[in-house]
């Protein structure tokens, strides 16, 4: 059981370039979500999906998609990388057996220059 | 919009004291609280969560308080350890929407031996 996992851990792109991160979880969790996170402050949601084929807008969502054709698997693309997009991201997959199914990936810290 | 607040930015402690960390909600709708603690380089890591049908909740070494008059959260740390050294967050759900937490700035603690 790897829990939330994260890639890559780091990169750098150039103004204009597109990528995608790469969520995975293997607790067979409905819910996924996408935060990011700038210096000094709490996590933003970007889009969260309820489950595979489902997704919908967070309170960032500009510049970013996402897809979930797999319970395991929900990628985040940016479309058109820009400074602004400089920060950590943060995966995260929530059960909802009960108390304290919520976790988060160890982060992707993108720059873009 | 609706959003989570955090009273104080920092807080230090020494270890052996017992800490304190406030959250104010301002949605009233919030229904299901969730504290975090973040150690520096790594995603968010679950410590304790409440429902709005609770006021209080405790765990190892840690309590969540809620109080829905005035719309407060707090986490006290028993005897805090340097281990404990890191920045908190609150976060808030609305009804069963698992995936949407909106998180709170964050609080850092530091704990001196």
């Known amino acids: 059981n790897a829990g939330v996992t994260q890639t890559p851990k780091f990169q750098v792109l150039k103004t204009g370039q597109s990528m995608t991160l790469q969520c995975a979880q293997d607790?067979?969790?409905?819910?996924m979500s996408w935060y990011r996170q700038d210096p000094g402050m709490g996590l933003r949601l970007i889009h969260y999906?309820?489950?595979?084929?489902?997704?919908d807008q967070g309170e960032v969502p500009n510049g970013y998609n996402v897809s979930r054709s797999t319970t395991e698997d929900f990628p985040l693309r940016l479309l058109s990388a820009a400074p602004s997009q400089t920060s950590v991201y943060f995966c995260?997959?929530?059960?909802?057996?009960?108390?304290?199914?919520?976790?988060f990936g160890p982060g992707t810290r993108l720059t873009v220059t | 919009g609706e959003s989570v607040g955090l009273h104080l930015p920092t807080l230090s402690v020494q270890e052996g004291d017992n800490s304190i960390i406030n959250c104010a909600y301002s949605?009233?709708?919030?229904?299901?609280f969730i504290w975090y603690k973040q150690e520096s380089g790594k995603g968010p890591q679950f410590i304790i969560d409440?429902?709005?049908?609770?006021d209080k909740r405790q765990g190892q070494r840690v309590t969540v308080l809620l109080n829905k008059t005035v719309k407060h959260l707090s986490l006290q740390i028993a005897a805090t350890q340097p281990g404990d050294s890191a920045v908190y967050f609150c976060?808030?759900?609305?009804?069963?929407?698992?995936?949407?937490?909106?998180f709170g700035q964050g609080t850092i603690l530091t704990v001196h031996p």
């Open positions: 995260a997959s929530i059960g909802t057996g009960g108390s304290g199914e919520q976790y």
């Open positions: 607790m067979n969790h409905e819910y």
């Open positions: 999906s309820v489950g595979a084929g489902i997704t």
């Open positions: 949605n009233s709708a919030s229904d299901y």
């Open positions: 409440i429902r709005s049908n609770m």
């Open positions: 976060a808030e759900i609305g009804g069963t929407s698992y995936g949407k937490l909106t």
